[in-house]
């Protein structure tokens, strides 16, 4: 029989509302991961292209400038630009409940998300993304993985876009 330590820190969630004084073209570093992992579901068929096409179709819609994005087997890692008009809660849960049920994805419930402060702070983010499938041993080289859209650079596959559009003003 298992007992229950109630002493042990438990985790809460935190919470994800973006702050009134965080200004329009502030960069977010969002992190979605399976229900279950070590499961390579991400990869399996066309779902990886999908995904970065999905969030591609958000940025036509106004709902974010995306960055970089990255997915992993079984998870994704994202920094984006947010449309402060429209509630990022919002905007996340619409964007996997529609993958879901497209894709037939299950996700975690939520999602890691942080505003990077800072160029530094960016550039690290950026860093880690790119490095991940080679840390995890998926390939030799952050190069040779081909589920990622990077506009941090300039890079033929993303018709050379390395700056987000004019962003609209924040509607209070």
Do not use: C
């Given at each position: 029989?298992?007992?229950k330590d109630t002493n042990l820190p438990t985790r809460r969630k935190?919470?994800?509302?973006?702050?009134?004084?965080?200004?329009?073209?502030?960069?977010?570093?969002?992190?979605?991961n399976c229900r279950k992992r070590g499961i390579p579901l991400l990869l399996e068929n066309d779902i990886a292209i999908?995904?970065?096409k999905g969030?591609?179709?958000?940025?036509?819609?106004?709902k974010w400038y995306l960055w970089?994005?990255?997915v992993m087997p079984d998870h994704l890692h994202f920094i984006v630009t947010f449309n402060l008009n429209h509630?990022?809660?919002?905007?996340l849960a619409s964007w996997k409940s529609y993958q879901a049920k497209t894709l037939g994805i299950e996700w975690q419930?939520?999602?890691?998300?942080?505003?990077?402060?800072?160029?530094?702070?960016?550039?690290e983010k950026c860093m880690y993304i790119r490095q991940n499938p080679m840390r995890k041993g998926l390939c030799p080289t952050a190069k040779e993985w081909s589920y990622y859209v990077d506009r941090t650079r300039r890079d033929p596959r993303d018709e050379g876009r390395a700056k987000p559009p004019a962003e609209p003003q924040r509607v209070s």
């Open positions: 029989m298992v007992v935190l919470p994800h509302e973006i702050p009134l004084w965080i200004e329009q073209g502030a960069r977010h570093f969002v992190t979605i999908r995904l970065l969030a591609k179709r958000y940025e036509e819609m106004g970089l994005m990255l509630d990022v809660r919002k905007v419930s939520g999602y890691f998300e942080h505003r990077l402060r800072n160029d530094r702070e960016f550039e």
